[in-house]
């Protein structure tokens, strides 16, 4: 089974900031993943898939990046609204096990 | 407008049948793939199983695999998550969502709004 590794667990930043998520594949997955963001008590969102593809509706300031085994997701400029968990997922392979990572917390610094 | 509504909470006892179930509209719900996801209290998620409802073809997870039955009626635009005997460690959220693979892509694009199965004595 593929092992999807994010990091950090926790990041800290200010409104306005950056912010830089990765996730690591024990295997390359070409660009068979995607990235979602969940907030408290809310199903999970698609934010990006095929690694660096927007989702309908999704932000400009969100953009993925990466293929093989390491991924990015940057978030611009951070808005009070994208303090959340993220989570990567690989989705590519064949029987599936469309793993996803443990979770990246954003939080506000 | 496309959805996927899911069926309410339920409260069950170890060892208790459940079936739940996510309603797809607004699409053709047999020509893409339906996943579950599960999350634990205060946890991340977890892949669980995939089903084509045109079909009725199914995959699981290892970590799944004879613990849950995953199904489809296709007639009524219905997936179906089901276990023939709870534990306890079953309390969780459960989510399906519409699979991408079937277009060539890859995620999860829409989400149903969560079954929250709680398990206890």
């Known amino acids: 089974e593929i092992v999807m590794t994010q990091s950090p667990a926790t990041l800290s930043v200010s409104p306005g900031e950056r912010a830089t998520l990765s996730c690591r594949a024990s295997?390359?997955?070409?660009?068979?993943l995607a990235w979602y963001q969940q907030k408290p008590g809310q199903a999970p969102r698609l934010l990006i898939y095929d690694a660096s593809t927007r989702a309908t509706g999704i932000p400009a300031r969100f953009s993925g990046s990466g293929s093989g085994t390491e991924f990015t997701l940057t978030i611009s400029s951070l808005q009070s609204e994208d303090f959340a968990v993220y989570y990567c997922q690989q989705c590519g392979n064949w029987p599936p096990r469309f793993t996803f990572g443990q979770g990246t917390k954003v939080e506000i610094k | 407008e496309v959805q996927l509504v899911q069926s309410g909470a339920e409260v069950k006892k170890p060892g208790e049948s459940l079936k739940i179930s996510c309603k797809g509209s607004?699409?053709?719900?047999?020509?893409?793939?339906i996943g579950w996801v599960r999350q634990m209290p205060g946890k991340g998620l977890q892949w669980m199983g995939i089903?084509?409802?045109?079909?009725?073809?199914?995959r699981y997870s290892p970590s799944f695999q004879g613990q849950v039955t995953i199904s489809a009626d296709k007639s009524i635009s219905t997936a179906y998550l089901q276990w023939s005997s709870l534990k306890a460690s079953d309390t969780a959220v459960y989510y399906c969502?519409?699979?991408?693979?079937?277009?060539?892509?890859?995620?999860?694009?829409?989400w149903g709004q969560g079954t929250t199965v709680t398990v206890s004595s």
């Open positions: 295997q390359s997955v070409s660009n068979n």
């Open positions: 089903i084509y409802p045109g079909d009725s073809d199914t």
């Open positions: 969502a519409r699979d991408l693979y079937s277009s060539g892509r890859y995620g999860m694009d829409v």
């Open positions: 607004g699409y053709s719900f047999t020509t893409y793939w």
